[in-house]
């Protein structure tokens, strides 16, 4: 089975450039636009117990609810140009709660937003 690696790397002032990695064997790539002023759906399926990491990024502010739209199971602010990140080695609770088969990026805003992400997954 193929091994998937997810490198994620910043520069944070005096500590120098700071990396993750995150390795599976399941990668889905997450590439959308949010319409101005709309809720964008996007399939996708997470299974919370093989989720490695999880990273998504958008040129606009969004509001991200999971599985459905108008009762969400999660609802997470993703700000304009600051990643959405998260990995199982970070020692803090992921944040997707419950299995995930819908994504809704709410775009309140007057322009098309670009949401691009990766999630990683080892199922078993």
């Known amino acids: 089975m193929a091994s ?3 490198n994620f790397s ?7 450039p700071v990396s993750f990695t995150s390795t599976g064997t399941l990668g889905i790539n ?3 636009v949010a319409g101005a002023s ?7 399926s997470i299974d919370v117990s093989q989720l490695n990491s999880i990273f998504l990024y ?6 991200l609810k999971t599985n459905s739209s108008s009762v969400p199971d999660q609802t997470i602010t993703i700000k304009s140009g600051v990643p959405f990140f ?7 609770t992921n944040p997707l709660t419950t299995d995930v088969t819908k ?3 709410v775009n309140a805003g007057a322009v098309d937003v670009n949401v691009n992400g990766l999630v990683n ?3 078993v």
């Open 103 to 105: 994504f809704y990026f």
């Open 30 to 32: 997450i590439g959308t």
């Open 38 to 44: 709309a809720t964008t759906e996007y399939d996708i």
């Open 10 to 16: 910043v520069v944070a002032g005096s500590l120098g």
């Open 86 to 92: 998260w990995t199982k080695d970070m020692g803090i």
């Open 58 to 63: 958008s040129d606009g502010d969004l509001t």
């Open 121 to 123: 997954l080892t199922p």
């Open 4 to 6: 998937i690696v997810h």
